[in-house]
T-cell receptor
Framework: SAVISQKPSRDICQRGTSLTIQCQVD?????MFWYRQQPGQSLTLIAT?????????ESGFVIDKFPISRPNLTFSTLTVSNMSPEDSSIYLC???????????FGPGTRLTVT | KQEVTQIPAALSVPEGENLVLNCSFT??????LQWFRQDPGKGLTSLLL?????REQTSGRLNASLDKSSGRSTLYIAASQPGDSATYLC????????????FGKGTMLLVSP
């Protein structure tokens, strides 16, 4: 199994600013992902974080709004840029060893944009 | 497009009852199915992982079954306890053209003492 930590756990930000969320895994993993969970909704995949290359974004999500880094096999960051109240959500990092393997989740970052 | 549906959306039971949560998916070309638990304001805890070649998995009081051909999975919770109160999420791995997890909207479970 993998233990995943995220920082910050929560934040309140002003409209127009940016926030970077960090995700740390306690062991090397092949795949890392970023999800968004809007209030009362289920999880939506934002992107797959690829080590050493650009992230792969899902439909409706773009790099300018959600830049992602993955410098190594245990760490990734997600930035939420030029925030608006609609970005208020829980952002979750997850990791796994690939297709068919169990996927583990971090505790999430609760973001409120005012 | 893979779609995952969970029924019921909410369930309230007295302590000690056995219960079944249902999950259905539209594209049967999956590689696995995973059940998660989410407590309010928290992240996800993995409960059970079923590979596409398996029929069921068990962990303690939890049993999950998978019928890939009919696009269905059930999570059975035996002798429910108040500590089981949480939202239970079903996530399907894969489907034609998909390599990641697709989540259902969850079943919110309340077990009263």
């Amino acid at each position: 199994s993998a233990v995943i930590s995220q920082k910050p756990s929560r934040d309140i930000c002003q409209r127009g600013t940016s926030l970077t969320i960090q995700c740390q895994v306690d062991s090397q993993v092949t795949m890392m992902f970023w999800y968004r969970q809007q209030p009362g909704q289920s999880l939506t995949l934002i992107a797959t974080a690829n080590q050493g290359s650009e992230a792969t974004y899902e439909s409706g999500f773009v790099i300018d709004k959600f830049p992602i880094s993955r410098p190594n096999l245990t760490f990734s960051t997600l930035t939420v840029s030029n925030m608006s109240p609609e970005d208020s959500s829980i952002y979750l990092c997850s990791a796994g060893q690939g297709l068919g393997y169990e996927q583990y989740f971090g505790p999430g970052t609760r973001l409120t944009v005012t | 497009k893979q779609e995952v549906t969970q029924i019921p959306a909410a369930l309230s039971v007295p302590e000690g009852e056995n219960l079944v949560l249902n999950c259905s998916f539209t594209d049967s070309a999956i590689y696995n199915l995973q059940w998660f638990r989410q407590d309010p304001g928290k992240g996800l805890t993995s409960l059970l992982l079923i590979q596409s070649s398996q029929r069921e998995q068990t962990s303690g009081r939890l049993n999950a079954s998978l019928d890939k051909s009919s696009g269905r999975s059930t999570l059975y919770i035996a002798a429910s306890q108040p500590g089981d109160s949480a939202t239970y999420l079903c996530a399907v791995g894969g489907g034609s053209g998909y390599s990641t997890l697709t989540f259902g909207k969850g079943t919110m479970l309340l077990v009263s003492p």
